[in-house]
């Protein structure tokens, strides 16, 4: 069994930072692909951050290129979002996933693990 727990989210003004954890247990995790999306009210769940089992690949959405860095750190077993310059229309809640293959995909059908997912609000 995988489970994936997501912590770090909040409230933050326009121009803040915030930095998503996603604690992962059960099997290897090392080998896993690690993908982070969101989902705002009313609309589709949608592709942030992808990462690589070794972490040497990284992938980004277009609206977050530049502002948001995706990393894992393998002995403890946690994959990691730096938001920085957080705008509005960055509001959603965000959820860590988990895929088996050794690509990283955009289409959120791919993961087979997914977490609770925690809430980030960016006020103007």
């Known amino acids: 069994q995988v489970q994936l727990v997501e912590s770090g989210g909040g409230l933050v003004q326009a121009g803040g930072s915030l930095r998503l954890s996603c604690a992962a247990s059960g099997r290897t995790f090392s080998t896993w692909t690690m993908g982070w999306f969101r989902q705002a009210p009313g609309k589709e769940r949608e592709f942030v951050a992808g990462i690589s089992w070794s972490g040497g690949s990284t992938y980004y959405a277009d609206s977050v290129k530049g502002r948001f860095t995706i990393s894992r750190d393998n002995a403890k077993m946690t994959v990691y979002l730096q938001m920085n310059s957080l705008q509005p229309e960055d509001t959603a809640v965000y959820y860590c996933?988990?895929?088996?293959?050794?690509?990283?995909?955009?289409?959120?059908?791919?993961?087979?693990?997914w977490g609770q997912g925690t809430q980030v609000t960016v006020s103007s």
């Open positions: 996933a988990a895929d088996s293959r050794k690509f990283v995909s955009v289409v959120a059908g791919s993961y087979g693990y």
